[in-house]
């Protein structure tokens, strides 16, 4: 079958091609389609208790989301009529000021003390506006636009809200920059370790088809996060460019057995088929294991780049073949000299030395292993955004002028009665932190009956027979003194109303915690399992997986460990994107280092000349596939004002370099020094698995990169 496709495929090499851009354009529209969610907060777990708070601020409130527009220097009028203007604007529910309760010619002193604080600071003062769909909806962000346009100079938005509208719009004016460094630096890249000018050219055309097709079915899960939609298409090039080379080289070599390309590139079609599909396992492993995440990004990075590595595997057997078939004469002709170094003599002193390298080996793993366990890490999300962004710009106003660094919503239950409603809100208030408390109570009279009170303001706290109260908090989100608060205002509120809901930024941000520090070590132990196990199945063997993956871990552990010594925190999520992708991308590094040494060692070579070769052979393609990598990811680490995106970027950049380091330097000592013990845990180890009969001269593959088919 696979037969008859390869030749098919290599017969009509325009059709395959002009087929392959027909089909970008559905891609391209499902692309366009694909919702982006830039709120990482509703990534929470649902059944966390910030998360079911959330979902009744949806509904019944229509409070899915609150902003806080402070108004500067402007008289009572003005801030009235915009608070008007501002509730007309579709998706905006409510928008809460003084006037909302009395009318605007009543003295500031008049006003009662704690309602007068809440909202007055100095010459500002402070509405609150919220909006009936989730921060990061399209329709929220609308509303934000339009309220931006309604307000004068004057005014300042903050709030969760406003910074996932500047994280859209920000996101929107780099992407483009990103996609066309990581083009540049990988065509720079790979022009180092190829021998014509457009072969990259070629590959990258094969790719991009890839990065479309995988873009394009993101339609299917319905929404993407911005961070998947910032790196996805870079880290999809980085992973899986290895497999054009592997099918490029193949093909170059069956070039010699047949008069025909066409043929000759069928029969490589056939081979790299069976090893790619293979050695594309260990990087789908290492993705899919962050699918096991309880925080929902995980899955949502998981799938999209596991689905971005098959469709990689897909249009290279598929569609590159054609593309190569089409630049042929091209290729030839615009060839330059390899400029990668060769490493015989450096492979000789690292065998030579080999105790040397392996006691260091050893020694790295302490050190490594404790600054990867104490690196900084922040969990604030707003600190990874540029700090001259607007919303933070206000938000940051808001923490000084008003003491509110952040605001806690407290859902009870009616029937409690009133009473207990201003006991409880009394207690809150005196709870450490808490700078004040807005509550329907408090805006309007236990003397005066429900049915006197205007709907609109009855509507904002209480509806569906439960109130919201908002709590004020001088601590910020993510902080310990905020952690310790809500631990005593949940049990605070409970006591009241053991089914009351804690939520708000800071609440779910401690749950963010919670669950982000359980989720590491699952998904890291999930993917070292299932690597140790593909290569255990690959090697037949008990030992050789222990030993590689030890060796990439390794290299992560040096990686993560790195900001220990810089002292620079790192975003929570990183860690975890970090050690599973690093451990599934850059493993294949040291499975085609092994693959080799175990095919020289079924030769008949000795140990030392066995190592020295397999090392020499492999490390120009371990070289050419780590800077590919490392090209792609860097740019976007180095321009991107995003600085989780910035830091994922730049750590999976470096992780590529160091792994590839432990792989050409330390690695030949291990294999060397642990093929005894390889030779009795494993099977077919020093002498080849008997064959059947081969029906022909091209029935014997030789070894390539991870080629998992033997």
Not at 57 to 62: K, Q, R, S
Not at 188 to 197: E, Q
Request: charged share 15%; net charge neutral.
């Amino acid at each position: 079958m696979l037969k008859k496709i390869a030749h098919a495929l290599t017969r009509r090499p325009k059709l395959v091609v002009f087929i392959a851009v027909l089909l970008m354009i559905p891609s391209f529209i499902g692309a366009a389609a694909t919702k982006v969610n830039y709120d990482l907060l509703t990534y929470l777990p649902p059944e966390t208790n910030s998360s079911k708070g959330e979902k009744l601020l949806e509904e019944p409130f229509h409070n899915a989301a609150t902003s806080m527009l402070i108004v500067q220097n402007m008289p009572p009028a003005y801030t009235n009529n915009l608070r008007k203007s501002i509730e007309k604007i579709p998706g905006v529910t409510h928008a809460l000021w003084i006037s909302s309760m009395a009318g605007i010619q009543v003295p500031k002193d008049m006003i009662p003390e704690k309602i007068r604080k809440a909202f007055y600071s100095g010459n500002s003062t402070m509405m609150v506006i919220q909006f009936q769909s989730p921060g990061a909806s399209e329709e929220t962000m609308q509303a934000i636009q339009k309220i931006r346009t309604t307000c004068n100079k004057n005014c300042m938005l903050a709030g969760a809200a406003g910074i996932d509208k500047d994280t859209k719009d920000l996101l929107d004016q780099e992407l483009p920059q990103y996609i066309l460094l990581a083009i540049i630096l990988s065509l720079i890249a790979m022009s180092f370790s190829m021998n014509s000018w457009l072969l990259p050219v070629t590959f990258l055309l094969d790719i991009g088809m890839a990065v479309v097709y995988n873009f394009g079915t993101n339609f299917f899960l319905g929404q993407i996060s911005y961070i998947t939609m910032a790196i996805a298409g870079i880290l999809q090039l980085g992973v899986t460019m290895d497999y054009s080379i592997f099918l490029y080289n193949r093909y170059k070599e069956e070039q010699q057995n047949y008069d025909d390309n066409k043929d000759a590139m069928a029969v490589a079609i056939q081979a790299a088929f069976a090893s790619l599909s293979g050695s594309s396992l260990t990087t789908i492993a290492g993705f899919a294991a962050l699918c096991f995440m309880r925080l929902l990004l995980g899955r949502d990075i998981g799938i999209v780049m596991a689905k971005g590595v098959v469709l990689g595997v897909l249009t290279v057997v598929l569609v590159l073949p054609s593309l190569l078939l089409l630049f042929d004469k091209p290729i030839a002709k615009y060839q330059h000299k390899v400029l990668l170094p060769d490493c015989t003599n450096v492979n000789r002193f690292i065998v030579k030395h080999r105790k040397a390298f392996v006691a260091l080996f050893i020694l790295l793993f302490i050190p490594s292993f404790y600054a990867q366990k104490n690196a900084p890490q922040y969990y604030k999300l707003d600190l990874a955004m540029p700090q001259d962004m607007p919303s933070i710009v206000a938000t940051n106003k808001l923490r000084n002028d008003y003491d509110m660094a952040t605001t806690h919503f407290a859902i009870v239950h009616d029937s409690i009665g009133n009473q207990k409603i201003k006991q409880m809100t009394d207690a809150i208030e005196k709870v450490d932190g808490v700078e004040n408390t807005l509550s329907y109570n408090q805006l309007v009279s236990s003397d005066i009956p429900d049915f006197f009170v205007p709907q609109d303001v009855k509507d904002i706290f209480k509806k569906g027979g439960m109130q919201i109260i908002m709590i004020n908090s001088h601590y910020a989100a993510a902080s310990s003194e905020v952690g310790n608060q809500l631990t005593e205002l949940t049990k605070l509120v409970q006591s009241y109303d053991k089914g009351a809901y804690l939520t708000g930024e800071a609440a779910m941000t401690d749950d963010l915690i919670t669950t982000s520090e359980t989720d590491f070590h699952v998904t890291n132990y999930i993917s070292m399992a299932a690597i140790l196990i593909i290569v255990a199945l690959v090697f037949k063997s008990l030992t050789v997986p222990i030993v590689l993956v030890l060796a990439i871990e390794l290299a992560i552990f040096i990686n993560e460990g790195v900001p220990y010594f810089t002292n620079v925190a790192i975003p929570f999520i990183a860690p975890t994107i970090i050690g599973c992708v690093q451990l599934g991308a850059t493993v294949d590094y040291a499975i085609l280092m092994t693959t080799r040494f175990r095919e020289e060692l079924q030769k008949g070579n000795k140990r030392e000349d066995a190592i020295v070769i397999a090392a020499t052979t492999s490390d120009d393609s371990i070289i050419a596939s780590s800077l590919v990598l490392f090209c792609a990811t860097l740019g976007v680490g180095i321009v991107s004002k995003m600085k989780i995106i910035s830091t994922i970027c730049l750590m999976l950049a470096r992780g590529a370099v160091i792994s590839a380091l432990i792989t050409i330097f330390v690695l030949p000592a291990i294999l060397y020094v642990c093929e005894p013990i390889f030779a009795h845990t494993s099977l077919w180890w020093r002498k080849p698995k008997p064959r059947k009969q081969t029906l022909g001269r091209h029935a014997a593959q030789p070894a390539d990169k991870c080629n998992l088919s033997e």
